[in-house]
């Protein structure tokens, strides 16, 4: 039996897990990111498994047609837009996730935020390149208004570390009660509007859907200070990318912390990688040893559970 392993950019699966435990099965790693349907189905041609790393490679319908001898996709975590679930279900695929941690993403968005607020992408360079000592002047974050849009498990927990730094925390979502504002010690925000001007820094972790597709648009953007920074460490189809670019090049917002974007790897002339107000990371969100470890042990954990019959942590 055929298993590959999709997008492994740091080649690190076969070392977080023992995939040898998995009895006649021959797992291939692949490093690179595979653009194109025909260079995966090329890839995974004759496999009978594909373990994918989050939303890296989509799973559509036209390339599943394309690859016959699948029976079983594994995706970290347990929810992969990218995968056609109707069309697995059609085809008899079944589909496995595994658990995920949501401190990672907390934890990075803090690192951006800190890097922006302290001038530390700037301010790093001159250092390493000899350049003027102190450029830059700090935000202060104590007695700022953090604006959380979204407050799940990502977004409640950095709405705590703000009121650690004494931020004064508002925060709004679409379906947001004033119940759950309160247990989480919040100000909760009646408008998106609302959040977006009163904000010094606003953080976006709400999930993609076709309802938040694009919530934050010209318009939005146009609410916020041009103080204000704004974070993005969930999916990047929340913003709307132009808007966004014409808001950073135009200073009508102080900056942007960044670690999704439309197009994954983002391409080299991209212009998000010459801002000098935008301070990006490659979707390094989830990409911890902890995550990286319940991740592929939990794969190896499926497909061993889908061999014997009994699959564990069904998305399908």
Known sequence: MRCVILDDYQGVATSYADWTALDGVATTVVREHLDGEDAVAAALANAEVVVVMRERTPLTASL???LPALRLVVTSGMRNASIDLAACRARGITVCGTGSSPTPPVELTWALLLGLARGLGP??????DGGPWQSTV????AGAVLGVVGLGKIGSRVAAIGQAFGMDVVAWS????????AAAGVRRATTLHGLLGASDVVTLHLVLSERTRGLLGAAELAAMRPTAYLLNTSRAGLV??????DALAERRIAGAGL????????????????????????????????????YFTEAVEDVAAWLAGEPVRLLT
């Open 64 to 66: 599943l047609a394309r």
């Open 174 to 181: 679409p379906h947001l009660t004033e119940e759950r504002a």
């Open 123 to 128: 301010e790093g360079a001159a250092f390493r």
């Open 259 to 294: 670690d999704v974007f439309d197009t994954e790897p983002l391409p080299v002339d991209d212009p998000l990688r010459s801002l000098p107000n935008v301070l990006a990371t490659p979707h390094l969100g989830y990409v911890t040893a902890g995550n990286y470890r319940t």
């Open 240 to 245: 709307d990318t132009p808007a966004l670019l």
């Open 138 to 141: 700090g935000a202060d974050l």
